[in-house]
């Protein structure tokens, strides 16, 4: 199993240029979560999906879009980047079901002019 | 919103030296978890705790759920090179929350041979 896989692994964009992450696990995980990591922040929660065909708002979602492709997929949207979006964003998904522990990505590193 | 304060930021330690960290919250989880990030990684979990009071180890890593299920500690004992890394604490609150984590902000380990 490969777990969960990310792409791309590095990411380079201007100001106002748009971009999709790509997630997918193979874990057979009803929910996935897509996170930001910024230096001293921890890890923030953008958006979520407890279960195919759902998507939700977490904690930060401000210039963000989702979709759940499939029960393996979900990907970010970038549609007008920002330099306050440069940053590291990390997948992960879960069971979804009973007491729930979360697994992650190896993450992609965006950055933005 | 609930937030989890993480201590210490960060650790600078002699090989072979135990280490604490700790997590608390001003609300109550139902889960707990503890990751470890290594540099360029995502963060990878190391041990999860479902009931107030549990103690659990996994190898030289014990944690704690807090009997109040607000706080949870790691210890690592007789610390090696690569345990060097960053260590989030995360918790599930349950309910509406349930599958969302929050993170602590992270405790920085650096161990010298």
Redesign the interface.
Known sequence: NAGVTQTPKFQVLKTGQSMTLQCAQDMNHNSMYWYRQDPGMGLRLIYYSASEGTTDKGEVPNGYNVSRLNKREFSLRLESAAPSQTSVYFCASSSGVGPDTQYFGPGTRLTVL | ?QQ?N?SPQSMFIQEGEDVSMNCTSSSIF??W?W?KQDP??????LI?L?KAGELTSNGRLTAQFGITRKDSFLNISASIPSDVGIY?C?G?AGGTS????T????TILTVHP
């Open positions: 919103g989890l993480q139902n889960t978890l990751y360029g990684e995502g963060p990878v979990l999860a479902y989030f995360a599930n349930y599958g969302k984590l993170f602590g902000q992270g």
